[in-house]
């Protein structure tokens, strides 16, 4: 468990298709109580008790961040993923009892900007959705580039598009479309913030793209959540606590600490907090680091690693936990 | 639970003092008897019933008075209560975080009714009675930061976050230690702390910001800090050191019981809810050490502290040249038996 985590006991309430990969899900407190309010980009971890697996996903709250009744999350399917997804689509019905994290807030909105330029792809929207809530309550201006496999898979693009006519733009990939996307930050005003959520590929195109048009890296936002990807399985030694664990193939390291009941420190489970930031004591053998949060010297310098998300390959691996 | 409030002053004729009550809940700063900086952070739960970890944001026997010499203060120097434009939903966060936890924990001092975002905020100690729209500035007769923290006990620095840095862009400062928001105002972490001294080659800061960037909502966290202050002074300010700084030469052994001051910061950090900024109140706490030497415990180990302090850490806390002094006056105190650990009287 992180430290000072304060967790939240909820009940799902709705759970809604919203096309054939996307499924939303609605919770409120178990004990009837109001929710937080949050900013819009915070993300809640959902814990998932699948069969004897625990799994904790961190997924983009989507609801109005004022609405205090209940949170919504959007889940999208992930037939090759490690199951967690899965798991919310086939599991996950109205009345089932879980727990959920405090939200988080790793992608807030720069409250200093003149306009929020935003681009999403895919089920990158969900943050951007909270956000725009939020603007629109306060007369905020934002402008919304949001690229779509096809128009059946758009999530929530015709409700976005219904409520803010002039600011949202849809962009389907079938049909050839393509965010213009020199053009669009050339045109920005002054003071102008730009955010991306989507594919790795896209946050890569968005930030070169404007690195190369001279934008400033602070006014440049993105928020990307790695899954942890599979792997050879491997052992680790953990020295403080004085026990050797086995890693599986579907298991992340971080979820192989806790399965042995040690207590590991953790906020977004997907390589770009910081939180889970571990100390290597000794090793033989080779990392997969999966995690943006190290530098390159401290991947190379074999000193490190992001539980959450990397991996090891080899003899013997030695952490400070 | 009744608080007899105190009408007493901070300045000119300091007629600040302490009921027995108050001596025996003041958060001596101390858990061993020596000391060096370290990041003693732990959550800022409600612990010890009566103590000023019991509840969010502690309210005592000074708080009229000391409300009565903020006003004062910014009647005065208005620049000590600043809010950069982007950090107005941040106050109103600090606003609501103020007034519904006081309402819910002093509810005998304080009423808080809301009707969606219609706001009916009472407050008995300070007499005010006040309707208004949340988030509506048109509606208050300050900001939103401002209007609360002229109620509130101790300062409050707003701090944004952006970059992996946390920003100073607004705060109500009237009872420092010897900083200036004016001159800190839109510093990141790391420029308005490089005034202190050896924390930096110790790496403190770089684990305090990390630690500070992941506090989350719901898991708010506390620390204490302290100095020496002669006088009860709650403005010990840069923008007025020309007033106060003179003062630290009228210490005698005769009157060191009455003017020289234990002054203990209770600082807490809260997450903020819509704006995602770190609210950083730093509230002040004075003890005389005529007062504080009426716990024997308090009075040897304070002593043994003072006496081995490392020199750069007595000068920038800014007593060093009386140092010598306050430790004589307090050996009389000290009579050389071990301290149990922990800083609660005995």
């Given amino acids: ?321 | 639970m009744t608080i007899n409030f105190r009408d007493e002053t901070f300045r000119d004729d300091f007629t600040f003092r302490n009921s027995p009550e108050a001596i025996k809940r003041f958060p001596f700063p101390f858990h061993e008897d020596s000391y060096m900086y370290s990041v003693n952070m732990e959550p800022h739960k409600s612990y010890r019933p009566g103590s000023v970890y019991e509840r969010t944001f502690d309210v005592d026997e000074h708080y009229v008075s000391e409300m009565k010499d903020r006003a004062k203060v910014l009647a005065e120097d208005p620049l000590r209560c600043q809010s950069l434009p982007h950090m107005t939903l941040a106050g109103w966060d600090l606003l609501e975080l103020i007034m519904v936890s006081k309402a819910e924990e002093y509810p005998d001092l304080f009423e808080l009714h809301r009707d969606g975002n219609k706001w009916h905020w009472i407050n008995k100690p300070l007499g005010i009675d006040q309707k208004f729209v949340f988030l509506d500035e048109a509606t208050l007769p300050y900001g939103p930061m401002e209007y609360i923290t002229r109620q509130t006990q101790g300062d409050f620095a707003v701090l944004d976050q952006r970059d992996d840095n946390l920003w100073m862009d607004a705060g109500m400062v009237t009872t420092q230690a010897d900083w200036s928001l004016d001159f800190d105002i839109g510093m990141n972490f790391f420029e308005w702390h490089a005034p202190v001294p050896k924390a930096h080659e110790m790496g403190i800061f770089v684990r305090a910001l990390k630690f500070l960037l992941n506090v989350r909502q719901g898991a708010p966290a506390r620390r204490l800090n302290w100095t020496m202050t002669v006088n009860p002074l709650l403005d010990t300010s840069p923008e007025n050191y020309h007033k106060w700084g003179v003062m630290k030469q009228d210490l005698t052994m005769e009157n060191m019981g009455e003017k020289m001051h234990l002054r203990v910061e209770l600082q807490t950090f809260f997450r903020l809810p819509r704006s995602n900024a770190l609210v950083f109140p730093i509230r002040c706490y004075l003890i005389k050490l005529g007062e504080l030497v009426t716990e024997p415990k308090w009075g040897r180990r304070l002593h043994r502290v003072l006496r081995d302090l490392p020199e750069e850490l007595a000068t920038y806390k800014g007593f060093i040249s009386n140092r010598p002094k306050i430790v004589e006056w307090l050996s009389k105190y000290d009579d050389g038996k071990p301290t149990s650990p922990g800083i609660w009287p005995d």
């Fill in chain 1, 1 to 321: 468990m992180s430290a000072g985590t304060d967790k939240i006991a909820v009940t799902v309430t709705n759970v809604v298709p919203v096309n054939e990969l996307v499924t939303r899900f609605r919770f409120a407190r178990t004990d009837g109580g109001l929710m937080p309010t949050f900013s819009g980009g915070a993300h809640t971890v959902v814990e998932m008790k699948d069969g004897a697996t625990m799994r904790l996903n961190p997924y983009s709250l989507m609801s109005d961040p004022a609405d205090r009744t209940a949170y919504t999350i959007s889940v999208r399917r992930d037939d090759q993923g490690r199951g967690g997804s899965l798991f919310m689509h086939r599991n996950v019905k109205p009345g089932l009892e879980m727990v959920i994290s405090n939200p988080v807030n790793l992608f807030p909105l720069d409250l200093r900007a003149k306009k929020h330029l935003m681009i999403a792809g895919g089920i990158g929207i969900t943050p951007f959705i909270a956000q725009i809530k939020q603007l629109a309550a306060s007369n905020g201006n934002f402008e919304l580039h949001y690229s779509v496999r096809t128009a059946s898979l758009a999530s929530y693009a015709d409700e976005l598009s219904t409520a803010h006519p002039t600011r949202v733009h849809i962009y389907h990939d079938d049909k050839k479309q393509v965010i213009d996307l020199e053009n669009l930050l050339d045109g920005q005003p002054l003071g102008t913030h730009l955010y991306v959520c989507g594919p790795k590929g896209m946050i890569k195109w968005v930030r070169g793209t404007a690195e190369g048009l001279g934008w400033p890296r602070e006014a440049v936002h993105d928020e990307e959540f790695l899954a942890p990807p599979s792997g050879k399985p491997f052992e680790v030694k953990l020295a403080v606590s004085n026990k050797v664990i086995q890693v599986g193939e579907h298991q992340s390291l971080l979820e192989a600490i806790e399965a042995a009941g040690v207590d590991a420190p953790y906020l977004c489970r997907g390589g770009a907090c910081g939180q889970c930031e571990t100390d290597v004591i000794g090793y033989d053998g080779k990392f997969l680091h999966n995690d943006h949060w190290l530098t390159e010297e401290q991947h190379a310098s074999g000193k490190k690693i992001m539980p959450c998300v990397s991996r090891f390959e080899g003899k013997t691996l030695v952490l400070d936990r």
